[in-house]
Structure formats: structure tokens, C-alpha cells
């Protein structure tokens, strides 16, 4: 491909979450803690076509190393993601996401009586189902719509 | 410039939106009705170095062009936006912001007895004031945090 049809060009430092649903690149945002005043310097496209998928979302954050816990949770929405680790325009490192036991803090529980949306100083804590996602107090399960849980800032 | 420098690449028709302050891309997004559901082809850059502003955003529609009236309601979160009609790679119009007298829907009225935020079918209304807008309806004024007035998706 050339530059061209890239739509969003190489970054030298940084990493790069390819292989996004096509339209879910505001969700990884989210899951990433990037919000409306973020100083991050990204590069996203959205719906660009894509061989394998059709249509697909890329995102390039530079000079930020993604950890392997902020990999794992984009496996809820993104299970087919490709992580690539840039140093100087090189890719370093390549992940594919796996998808975690549990997911702690990220997501938000859609139960108003549940203990982590009130007051308290609880974190939201998540089992992960083979579809869906457990609150670890509650017990509510959500199946689809799980960006619904995602917080922006 | 590069295209590696410019990060995100030229695109074929659609609408390019620069000089955005840098941060403020998903504000526009949001302004755009572009929510995380979209099936419109972006390209988006956020903090990108800039001459003349230090950092900036751009935000690249394809196959959109802006109405005047999408482009008047941007100059309230980036005023020394400009914005390109592209066709065939080649930018066929420039338009810069012009600050609007007034904003119909996109905004929300913050005060909750406000009857546009109610279940009436009022469609919210706000003066554009030399700094801030104020309610239509109930006269509110707000000054700073206009992103705060912008539903997401």
C-alpha cells in the first residue's frame, strides 16, 4: 500500500492497535483513559477498508508503550486487534489481545444499587464470560453492549 | 511536508477540517453527529505539531462536505479553524468559521428544568454571545465549558 491509502502514516515512537471493528476506535479511545483534553498525539482512522475485515478503525498513540493489562481489555471489543510496538519507525513488538479473567476499573456497572456506582470508594471489578462480563459485586452480567459501560471522560 | 510528516494522508473527496486547537477533535466529532457508532470514513489527528499553534487536531470526513451551518457551529471550540472541500485530492473550496448568531440542537442546556431538556419536543436554542452562549428558553448562560453542552452518542 502506499502512503497514500494508508490514510494514517507511520509514527517513529509509540504503538499502534490495528485490525479495530470497523467504528469502535472511540471505545478503545475510551478504554485507554484518552478523553475529550487529552495531550496525547494520535493518529485514528475510522472505517478505512480492509482486506480481511471489510472495514476497519486503526489507532496510533506515539511515544506511549501500551501495557499488556490495557492490551487485554480492548480483547472485549476489539478480539481480532493487532498491537504493534514502534521504536523508530521500526515495529519492535507485535501482540495479538487476549481476552483477561477480569477487568478492573474501565468499565462501569449499569447497576445504580451496585456498591462501585455509589459513593464508595470501590473500583468496578469484572469477571469475563465467554460472551458478556460479570460485576464481581453485583453479579449483574452484561452480554452485548458492553462499550455502553465504557466512561468518557 | 512529508506525508510521513503529515501524518494523516490526503484523501480523495470529503471535507478536511484543520487548525482545530489540539485536544479538541472529538469535540468536533461530537458537533459532526460522528458518534461510536459511525459508518463515515475518518482520518484524525490529535496533538500534531504545528507552526502556528504549537499543537493542533485535523479531522478528515470523506465522501461529507459541510454545510455552512455545521461549519458556523465549530467556531465555538475552534474559531481559527479552516476548513477544505476536497474533490478528487485536489481542495476546490476554503471556508473559514464565522461565529453564528445563534445555535438550534446540537448544544444542551444545562439547567434541568429548562424546557428544552425535558420529555417536550423543544429542540434546544442558544445565543451566541461575544464570549459564551445563553438559553433561548430559559436564559442560562454559559461562558466557559461549551464542550460540556455537547451530547455524545
Known amino acids: 500500500m502506499t502512503e497514500r491509502e494508508l490514510r494514517v502514516s507511520k509514527i517513529q515512537d509509540g504503538t499502534v492497535i490495528d485490525h479495530i471493528p470497523g467504528g469502535q476506535a472511540l471505545n478503545v479511545l ?82 445504580h444499587s451496585c456498591i462501585t456506582t455509589g459513593n464508595e470508594p470501590v473500583e468496578s471489578r469484572f469477571e469475563v464470560l465467554a460472551e458478556g462480563v460479570r460485576c464481581h459485586y453485583c453479579e449483574t452480567i452484561v452480554r452485548e453492549d458492553i462499550t455502553d459501560l465504557i466512561g468518557v471522560e
Open 30 to 111: 475510551a478504554i485507554l483513559g484518552v478523553g475529550r483534553a487529552t495531550d496525547d498525539t494520535l493518529s485514528i482512522g475510522m472505517n478505512v477498508p480492509s482486506d480481511l475485515m471489510g472495514k476497519k478503525d486503526i489507532v496510533k498513540i506515539e511515544g506511549r508503550e501500551l501495557s499488556q493489562e490495557e492490551v487485554d481489555v480492548l480483547s472485549l471489543i476489539a478480539p481480532d486487534a493487532t498491537i504493534n510496538i514502534v521504536r523508530d519507525f521500526e515495529v519492535v513488538e507485535k501482540h495479538r489481545v487476549e481476552r483477561p479473567e477480569q477487568v478492573v476499573g474501565i468499565l462501569s456497572c449499569p447497576n
